[in-house]
């Protein structure tokens, strides 16, 4: 490998443009190849980056020796190519959710383990400073209960595209407030089993056939208890997005991803700690080029079972039964 990390890139819209846009001003970065199924994308992400432009995947592996690639597209799309990079034995980046069926996603983790290859899940917030600071303070305390929040107006904005079909997006627990459930997975331990209800409120069956308003009730392995709210039909300029409250010991942690305070007696402090890496994509870059998993903090295996969290809510909702995690995780 050379002193840069020859990067291919798929999904020129959306979210990837971040990523794009980050990795370009990266000095051990060379983006070599970007592809999109829409040309005018594909295109306009390679002037951006001096690379070349594509449609067709596969043809962007053959034509290019890379070093890893970035799968930034949406999570019905998911399977084909990372069995592809699986076999080529690239490493890879995948935006979350990074499934909607479990049984595809064990697949794919099993392919991963069998090759032994490096990847990364787009679980961003877990790099943030404040997120090592919650963790930090964590690290010994009895937590409680554990309360997130996922309130905005995607669904408002988002109404006339992908996102308002389930069978494409798995809905906004699915595809959005992962990030907060995955907070929670990261600062509170595994779930045990999860029971969740869902209603449309605000949209109706024939706008779309994702809820508007959801709520999970969690029991954590640990003994915590929790609860996740999602709301997808504020107004687009209103939001409450991103937060966990937790009690450990008789304190109170506020984490909203950019800042995490402490409650004690009450007295209100800022926490902070030192983060590794910037960003997600500095540490992929690096643990690519050193090939240093430590690196990375999210996982295709712990990406997986943010997801199957996610989806057993979905399967509690349509059941009314609570779900055990691990036995839905059985493939």
């Excluded at 032994?116 to 090592?132: D, E, H, M, P, W």
């Excluded at 904005?157 to 907060?180: F, I, N, P």
């Excluded at 009450?266 to 998993?293: M, P, W, Y």
Aim: net charge negative; aromatic share 8%; glycine share 8%.
């Amino acid at each position: 490998m050379s002193n840069r990390v020859r990067i291919g890139f798929v999904g020129c819209g959306g979210n990837g443009r971040g990523h794009l846009k980050t990795l370009s001003q990266m000095d051990n970065v060379q983006v070599v190849g970007v592809c999109d199924v829409q040309e005018t994308l594909a295109q306009a992400a390679a002037e951006e980056t001096d690379s070349k432009a594509y449609t067709d995947f596969l043809r962007m592996l053959d034509e290019n020796e890379l070093d890893a690639v970035y799968l930034s597209v949406p999570p019905f799309v998911h399977g084909e190519m990372e069995f592809a990079l699986i076999k080529r034995g690239i490493p890879f980046y995948v935006e979350k959710p990074v499934t909607l069926d479990v049984k595809l996603g064990c697949k794919i983790a099993e392919a991963i383990k069998a090759k032994k290859l490096l990847t990364a899940v787009g679980y961003q917030i877990r790099y943030r400073a404040s997120t090592a600071a919650a963790r930090e303070a964590l690290s010994d305390a009895t937590i409680g209960l554990v309360s997130g929040y996922y309130w905005c107006g995607t669904g408002r904005v988002l109404m006339d595209r992908w996102w308002s079909d389930r069978s494409k997006s798995g809905g906004q627990l699915v595809e959005q407030a992962t990030h907060t459930l995955d907070s929670m997975v990261y600062l509170a331990g595994e779930i045990d089993e999860v029971i969740c209800y869902e209603a449309q409120r605000q949209f109706t069956a024939d706008q779309t056939d994702v809820p508007d308003v959801t709520t999970l009730m969690l029991r954590f392995k640990s003994g915590a208890i929790g609860t996740l709210s999602c709301v997808s039909s504020l107004n687009e300029k209103d939001g409450n997005a991103n937060i966990i409250d937790i009690t450990c010991d008789d304190n109170w942690l506020r984490w909203t991803g950019a800042s995490v305070e402490l409650t004690h007696a009450g007295e209100k402090s800022a926490l902070s700690a030192e983060a590794r890496f910037a960003n997600a994509d500095e540490a992929f870059i690096h643990a690519v080029q050193t090939n240093d998993a430590s690196a990375i903090l999210a996982d295709y295996s712990s990406g997986l079972y943010t997801a199957a969290v996610s989806l057993a809510a979905a399967e509690s909702a349509r059941t009314g039964a609570a779900v055990r995690i691990d036995e839905f995780l059985k493939c």
